[in-house]
């Protein structure tokens, strides 16, 4: 099972599973979740890599994203 990458327009499988922690103001990228998560994000590895949060929220990478 895979599943698409949720940004509008990216055809890629998604790799990495987007979350936010809107109390700590932290936006945390980690391995694929294993099912959906409701407040989760699917990214292919190129829009994990590529991802910037916004204002002055933090970013927390939990993988290297230099390799495919
Ligand atoms: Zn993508």
């Known amino acids: 099972m895979t599943r698409?990458?949720?940004k509008s327009g990216c055809?890629?499988?998604a790799a990495f599973t987007?979350?936010?922690d809107y109390e700590?103001?932290?936006?945390a990228i980690g391995?694929?979740?294993p099912s959906v998560a409701s407040e989760g994000y699917?990214?292919?590895a190129?829009?994990?890599r590529s991802f910037s949060a916004p204002g002055d929220w933090r970013v927390i990478r939990h993988l290297s994203l230099t390799g495919d």
Do not use: K
């Not at 700590?24 to 936006?27: C, D, E, N």
């Open 4 to 6: 698409p990458c949720s």
């Open 46 to 48: 190129e829009h994990a």
């Open 42 to 44: 699917d990214l292919c």
């Open 11 to 13: 055809t890629r499988t």
């Open 24 to 27: 700590g103001r932290v936006a």
């Open 31 to 33: 391995p694929l979740s």
């Open 18 to 20: 987007l979350t936010y």
